[in-house]
């Protein structure tokens, strides 16, 4: 398979994988692809991969398995985190 950074990319968005068995290789291509399209949501994204705020911790576990990634994306409430500073994305990715 031909698998490039976007494919990375996708792996570590998806909240059931977070990039858990990529290489760290593959985990730079991610981050790098990402940064070419917001660099201001690496820290966001960084966030997610590691489980910490302002992404509630009760939605990485086992009963929020069976969720499909754009559901689990959907459902993270902004409101909850208002203190956090949202950046605005070039893409619109959800």
């Known amino acids: 398979m031909a698998l490039v950074a976007v494919h990375f990319l996708a792996n570590m968005i998806d909240h059931?994988?977070?990039?858990?068995h990529l290489s760290e290789s593959q985990k730079a291509a991610a981050y790098k692809y990402l940064g070419t399209l917001?660099?201001?949501?690496?820290?966001?994204?960084?966030?997610?991969?590691?489980?910490?705020?302002?992404?509630?911790?009760?939605?990485y576990?086992?009963?929020?398995q069976k969720t499909r990634p754009i559901t689990w994306w959907k459902s993270i409430n902004p409101v909850n985190a208002r203190e956090f500073d949202w950046p605005k994305l070039k893409?619109?990715?959800?």
């Open 16 to 20: 059931r994988f977070r990039g858990f």
């Open 38 to 59: 917001n660099e201001d949501f690496l820290p966001i994204f960084m966030s997610h991969c590691i489980g910490e705020e302002p992404f509630p911790k009760y939605m």
């Open 91 to 94: 893409y619109n990715w959800i």
């Open 61 to 64: 576990s086992a009963a929020f």
